[in-house]
């Protein structure tokens, strides 16, 4: 990680995840629970709430905190004023929020970049490969995962275009990448799930923890009615297939292969 300041680059679009948002993705896990009975199961890391304030243009990004700071703040007093009256519990430190963030505005700042330009300037410049990695999975996507048991942000090939102002005509091979085996965070639908021994092997085997909570992973059979619909949607022109060999010391290894609506296969992920 030496030099690791030189190497990274932040688009002046990207908006800024407050602890308030974090604050507020928890609250609002509780106030599912007691009303639905049920929550999504976020990571708590602030994500929706963020994406929230993006879709109400009342976010604020990168650029915001690099320019007028009197104006940053009394916007950011304003976001921080409205999740308050929605929030009554909610404490936010706002002088010190502002404070923290000053200092963090000044130390970004070098690497603070027009991230469509720089984009630009990537694909029309010298001859290079670029890749783009996608976070999360296909079935997340806030248009077309399982909704609502999904992230806020698009997840599938269309988060190129979106996420980097890149035209579609310069997305060129998409490559997916799935495992042996199907696993899900939190709550959602799952068809090929494995409540038994097999899910608990694939689960220790695999090493199947979330990354940001540590949650343990459900696992089942590999889904191909999801593998199919992901295709439908992000054209792969490839796939790499992973995990394969936690899989050896199983002597039969089923597939998911079709999907059954009131008694009639279906040919479409529901």
Sequence with gaps: LKDWEKRLIISDRAHIVFDFHQAVDGLQEVQRQAQEGKNIGTTKKGIGP???????????RICDLLSDFDEFSSRFKNLAQQYKSMFPTLEIDTEGQLKKLKG?????????????YFMYEALHG????????GANAALLDIDFGTYPFVTSSNCTVGGVCTGLGVPPQHVGDVYGVVKAYTTRVGIGAFPTEQINEIGDLLQSRGHEWGVTTGRKRRCGWL???????????????????TKLDILDVLDEIKIGVAYKLGGKRIPYFP
Aim: aromatic share 8%; net charge positive.
């Design 223 to 241: 889904d191909l009615v999801i593998l199919k619909y992901a295709h439908m949607i992000n054209g792969f022109t490839a796939l790499a297939l």
């Design 50 to 60: 963020t994406y929230s304030s993006k879709a109400a243009r009342t976010g604020l």
């Design 126 to 133: 010298s001859p290079k490969k670029i890749l783009v990695e």
């Design 104 to 116: 963090y505005a000044e130390k970004i700042r070098p690497m603070v970049r027009d991230g469509v």
